[in-house]
């Protein structure tokens, strides 16, 4: 992780300061009560409880105990064209049986069991039956132990914890499922997110569909992924959802390609089919204890394969890091000690978020009581809470936009970049259009250009009409052009600005992107 140097530094600064104090001794763990397998299964149901009616995602029921049992078919066709013509296939294709149960919250996160049942394994139709066989035997074997998946309130896969014996394999089909059947949720009959898959963070919009409880999904770019040129994407699907909000089916496909082109590389296309289909509800007695028993063993991964898991990699040694820079923010006689120290926290909780979200967010709302007593100047809170892009921290930076000092504004308009949600893109709006500041306005056009922009498309347009800085008008005209191949709406945009817009400079621009 690139901070650790500065976490050397700090703790390094803490040395000297704390020379000829007593070491404190942390207090044993607790130890963790003796879990037995039958916690989730064996014991008798509970009566469940009534539904509220008609919400969705982000209001969705969460009781402890609750158990959803779908079954679900997942194929993976992959074909790759290598120059001079030739082309290979391969597919893939599961079956099974999937059971989720709710345990709690801890820190932002929602945990929930997932035991996974393969009753089909395909790895191309010319496999023998007995090969076939025991491949899927071993793969059953696999999820004997369950997987614990981690939300956020939205419904977005923050993490996934494995057992040790699940090997890549198996990892890999429970990153397919979980972002094949991914429900985001904002306010509205429309909205737009960003959301992982095991490629990288996309764009999603998603709409109400003509019944009750139903929406339509579809994926329509990457925003970030792990290859240098972004893959091509476009995948659709249907879910209908109970009355409390959680999935019920979802049915759907995706394309996605790489390569090809003026690449130089080979060209592969991978068309994900999935169906996913409730057979049961029921309630169990359920708690966090089997995972907190397990977490040790666990490897805490993000749903995305490429992303770098650096919190597992720091594993107790980040707790013991958080207690460092605490002791620093509270007792160091330096301000540069203590401002470093806390950029240093911003930057542990958010590699805390996936392995130890409960940790994480103890370490935010310790930044936000510092900052809110004012023992941190607002520019330091701000860029340390830019780095743990934690929705915790959103009510300090919205209240920092008010500020009067623009260069406050313009550090919480960069923070609001790192933190998900449509009240975020909400926000961000409003600085484009009422920020007395053109500084801070182009601010918040480069932090739109970092999000998924289909929900500013509007306000993008309002700013290209009563914008009289060029250099915010060009920053738009800039967004514009990365977006005219997805956004129908832009190139409409783009030339009209080509032909009206007062700014020969920002005529110019627009017209080459146009060209491009």
């Known amino acids: 992780m690139k901070s650790l140097v500065l976490l050397l530094a700090v703790l390094t600064a803490a040395t000297l300061w704390r020379a000829g104090t007593a070491t404190r001794t942390p207090a044993p ?33 969460l009781v402890v105990g609750h158990r959803l049992r779908y079954t679900f078919e997942l194929d993976l066709r992959t074909h790759t064209e290598h120059p001079p013509g030739t082309r290979a ?35 191309n139709a010319g496999e023998t039956p007995a090969a076939g066989d025991a491949a899927l035997r071993a793969l059953r074997g696999r999820f004997e132990r369950p997987v614990y998946v981690g939300q956020d309130v939205r419904g977005r896969v923050m993490a996934v914890h494995f057992d040790a014996a699940q090997d890549a394999a198996a990892r890999r089909l429970v990153r397919l499922l ?23 963070d996309l764009e999603a919009v998603y709409r109400a569909g003509g019944s009750a409880n139903t929406y339509v999904k579809t994926k329509r770019r990457y925003l970030r992924a792990g ?23 979802a049915t759907g496909s995706e394309v996605v390609e790489l390569g090809g082109g003026g690449t130089g590389l080979p060209r592969i296309r991978e068309e994900t089919r999935v169906a996913l289909t409730n057979v049961g509800v029921d309630y169990r007695l359920s708690s966090l204890r089997p995972f907190e028993s397990t977490r040790a063993t666990l490897r805490s991964e993000r749903l995305t394969e490429l992303a770098g898991m650096e919190g597992a990699k720091l594993g107790a040694r980040a707790l ?12 160091a006689r330096d301000a540069g000690v203590r401002n470093a120290a806390a950029l240093s926290m911003g930057t542990l909780a958010k590699a805390l978020e ?14 936000l009581r510092r900052c809110r007593a004012g023992t941190l100047e607002p520019e330091v809170c701000l860029d340390a809470l830019a780095r743990a892009g934690a929705p915790a921290g959103l009510a300090y930076v919205k209240s920092s936009l008010a500020h009067p000092d623009t260069d406050v ?37 480069k932090a739109v250009s970092q999000r998924v922009a289909g929900a500013h498309l509007e306000a993008l347009a309002r700013v290209l009409r009563a914008e009289r800085s060029e250099r915010v008008r060009i920053e738009v005209v800039r967004l514009l052009g990365h977006l005219r191949t997805v956004e129908p709406p832009t190139v409409a945009l783009l030339r009209d600005v080509a032909a009206n817009d007062g700014s020969a400079n920002v005529r110019a621009l627009a017209a080459s992107l146009l060209d491009e």
């Open 178 to 200: 979980l972002a094949s059947t991914q429900f985001v949720a904002e306010e509205g009959a429309r909205w737009s997110t960003e959301e992982p898959d095991s490629r990288g």
């Open 320 to 331: 013991l890091l958080g207690e460092e820079l605490e002791r620093v923010l509270d007792g």
């Open 354 to 367: 996936v392995p130890e979200p409960g940790r994480s967010q103890v370490l935010v709302e310790g930044l």
């Open 409 to 445: 504004r313009g550090a919480a308009t960069e923070a609001l970049s790192a933190i998900p949600g449509a009240a975020v893109d909400a926000l961000l709006d409003q600085v484009m259009l009422g920020d007395p500041s053109s500084r801070v306005r182009t601010l918040a056009v």
């Open 89 to 123: 296939s391969l597919h893939t294709g599961w079956s099974g049986l999937l059971e989720l149960t709710y345990l709690g919250a801890e820190g932002a996160q929602h945990l929930f069991s997932g035991r996974l049942v393969p009753t089909r394994l395909v790895v």
């Open 29 to 61: 763990p607790e130890t963790p009560l003796a879990v037995s397998q039958s916690l989730d299964d064996d014991a008798p149901p509970l009566e469940p409880e009534e539904n509220l009616p008609g919400v969705k995602g982000r209001e969705r029921v």
């Open 227 to 249: 290859s240098a040129v972004l893959p091509r994407l476009q995948g659709h699907l249907d879910f209908t959802l109970f009355a409390d909000g959680h999935v019920r089916e």
